[in-house]
């Protein structure tokens, strides 16, 4: 089992900047691949960013390409989602998650067996 617990959430305006945290326990973190997921309203969950467990291999939505930055850090046990130039589109509640090792980074919510609760990001126009 791991263990996923979202922070860094909350109200910014169009053109601001937020980083988001994930930090894990229990399954040891370093063998996961982990990814970052946005849920708006009144829509299903799409994938943001994903990155492999040796932290390469980073792949983006095209909708966040050039402003988003998923990174790692193996040793505290967190990923990270830093969000530059944000517009009301990104509004939504966040996800990490985690799932078993991949070389190659998909693009989906597939494989994905561990998910957090939840960050809410809002981004007022």
């Known amino acids: 089992q791991v263990q996923l617990v979202e922070s860094g959430g909350g109200l910014v305006q169009d053109g601001g900047s937020l980083r988001l945290s994930c930090a894990a326990s229990g399954r040891t973190f370093n063998t996961n691949n982990m990814g970052w997921f946005r849920q708006a309203p009144g829509k299903e969950r799409e994938f943001v960013a994903a990155i492999n467990w040796r932290g390469g291999g980073a792949r983006y939505a095209d909708s966040v390409k050039g402003r988003f930055t998923i990174s790692r850090d193996n040793a505290k046990n967190t990923v990270y989602l830093q969000m530059n130039r944000m517009n009301p589109e990104h509004t939504g509640v966040y996800y990490c998650?985690?799932?078993?090792?991949?070389?190659?980074?998909?693009?989906?919510?597939?494989?994905?067996?561990?998910w957090g609760q939840g960050t809410q990001v809002t981004v007022a126009s």
């Open positions: 998650a985690a799932r078993p090792p991949r070389e190659v980074v998909v693009t989906t919510g597939v494989g994905y067996d561990h």
